[in-house]
DNA sequence: AAAAAAT
């Protein structure tokens, strides 16, 4: 309903009716048109920008002036910039007191608050401000520090900072300049009570900067009480993602291991192509479970979700930016909002349930105007969900090699299973894989091949997956084995990542390990496959105000 | 059928 009017192309703020001449006018607009201070234009211009997106020529003039923003806009609109920049020239004049920060942004996610963080830094380079991050998952006393020292800049998650101040830790009182994220999300996640009390903290008198990607009715009611004669910004992203990221479908067996075959064939073929990818799972427990199972396919491979440790949490995302994972397996966590340019390829491991999620997964590629790939691995119990998804970005998305119809017909047996077993016992199913095998492998090594089939659904027994553990597993592998990324682990430091030849393989292993592999028992395949193979790769700079809209 | 966030 109302979220998915953001999917709808929209005339940006840009090119609205306007005779040529002014056009050539507005796009000739730059940076140092806005009324932004001598020292954050030339952060902007040392981070390589000179022309505003259309989010921010349209909020930084009137943020300046000190008036309330409605900015409606994704994120990969350059909205993040629309506020740091006016909010560093405006925080100029003043200075910070203890325990009262001058500016708050309130963000969803962790990773988006520390990803705001580094724009402050980023474009902040030239001014003297103290900035705290309050998140959850690490300790206070950092924290705590910075505050009492007095924050001129405060980015925060709502339960770690309503923990601050419950603490005592932190005054409210004296914040000039509101800022809040995503209020969408926030919404999603059950943040609003926590916003509507933060928001009565914080003096009337202060400024509101309010984003939201979308306007659900209890967002628009948020920004009626909160927000004082707003100037909204409205601009979308073009074409919401469709025109330059290849979209295909790719059909599967709907086992798990059928899908990380799959996937591993879909990698492997994209190889030439792929420079790097965030792959999608639903669940936590999938993301713990298909990046292990990458990892012992000597993929070069992070995961992400939000039951990992912060420390791992931020250490994987920042080794995916930096290049040194290939591959980040991810919840949905890393669905919305982070900015990692320059993402290839985009994985659905599983076909997301909410149709506009698959939106927001695809467009972590084919970001500032780049092309991008997406695959979505889809199963029979999929079809639904597909449906969902093409009548939301109102096209058919193209099959990649065929469409499920193909899958029952070579994969029959299998795919058999399930239905026949509905109402049955669980046992008719694993007979049936049993039977599959039978076909393919001689029958001493198929109690290998069981047991390591069952693995899956017996993980929960068997294998820990709780995340941290599943983290704390890789990291002691790693580090068994000479790891590559040393400081990706607490184990211990290992030597520095070999600048990699195997990069642009060909790789032979890779072939070795899918099919004569499977014809050993579990055991010996894991250990076969205990050596990591470092992927070199080169990753443009880190962050970038996302520049066409 | 999920994920996110305070401990």
Known sequence: MP?????????????PNLSSDTQIAQEALTFADLGLSPKVLSAVTDAGYTEPTPIQAGAIPHALLGKDILGIAQTGTGKTASFVLPMLTRLEKGRARARMPRTLILEPTRELAAQVEENFIRYGKNHKLNIALLIGGVSFDEQDKKLERGADVLIATPGRLLDHRERGKLLLNGVEILVIDEADRMLDMGFIPDIERICEMIPFTRQTLFFSATMPPEITKLTEKFLHAPVRVEVSKAASAATNIVQRLVKSGS??????????????AEDAELKNAIIFCNRKVEVSELFRSLLKYDFDAGALHGDMDQRARMQMLANFRDGKLRYLVASDVAARGLDIPDVSHVFNYDVPIHAEDYVHRIGRTGRAGRSGKSFTIASKSDTKYIDAIERLIGTKIEWHDGDLSTVVASEGAEDEAPRRGRGAPRRAGRKDDDRKDRSERKPRERHARQSEDAAPDGAREEQPVAAETAVADIGERRARKEAIRSENTERQASPERKASPNRSDQRAPERGDTRPQRDRPARQRQEDNDATVGFGDDMPAFMRIVAKV
């Open 3 to 15: 979220r998915l009017l953001t999917l709808r192309p929209r005339t940006s703020q840009r090119q």
């Open 255 to 268: 086992k798990p291991w059928d899908k990380r075959e799959t996937l591993r064939n879909l990698i492997k």
